[in-house]
């Protein structure tokens, strides 16, 4: 398996002879409003032209319709033919899109040899729960190939610590970037993660959804030396720079 990250949460799977696009935001730096009130976003470039980002893509999934997972450039660039796997709820925003092959992952969808079982998780806490909306992770699994829990926007929760410990995943993939809006945790922050991933201790944890967004707070370098601090095995806490790629 190899996992590119593009941009934030955007990821480029080659897993069990197929390509997978995951939470596509392909616009140019600030071509999005900010979050926090500090700068337009993305805050930065992708790190491949566009073309390349997507070329050979045969299945993108979608875990919600926030512009950081979904942008106007993904929605007019990404061709309308290419099957979707998506948010219940989610399918009319598509299909007025133009898109043809719309599958929401209610439970399981089987598809090409792959796998794949939804997870839940809370996309914050407090009365800002109900504003951030549904989100969803997933389990990614295929005859031959890692077994991948992504894990999505959300905070870690009793409920998605049980479903890691459960399953037993040998590569984890978390939202780490400590989004903040309103004084609460969007999405996981460095002592999240690393919590995760001491209970973890066989999975190999690849952090994204940093550094491209202007109300996360947590950087690649503080969660890298949080892990050395940690006592984490070499290697099992990974924290790619955009454009790079990761044999799994």
Known sequence: MHLKLLRNATLRLSYAGHEILIDPMLGGKHTLPAFAGKESNPTC??????????????????????PDHFDETARDLLPKNLPLLVQPGDEAAFEKAGFQHIHPLTDRFEWQGLSFTRTAGEHGSGPILSRMGNVMGF????ENEPTVYWLGDTVLTPQVLQTALDLKPD???????????????????HLQTLQLAQQLPEATVVAVH??????????????????????????QLQVPEDGEGLWL
């Open 45 to 66: 470039d992708l790190p491949v032209d566009i073309s390349e980002a997507i070329s050979g893509i045969e299945l993108v999934v979608v875990s919600h319709l926030h």
């Open 139 to 142: 389990v990614l699994q295929a």
């Open 171 to 189: 590569v984890v993939v978390t939202h780490s970037g400590g989004a903040v809006i309103a004084d609460t945790l969007l999405i996981m922050d």
């Open 210 to 235: 940093m550094e491209s967004l202007d109300h996360c707070m947590v950087s690649r370098h503080e969660l890298r030396e949080a892990g050395k601090a940690a006592g984490l095995r070499e290697g």
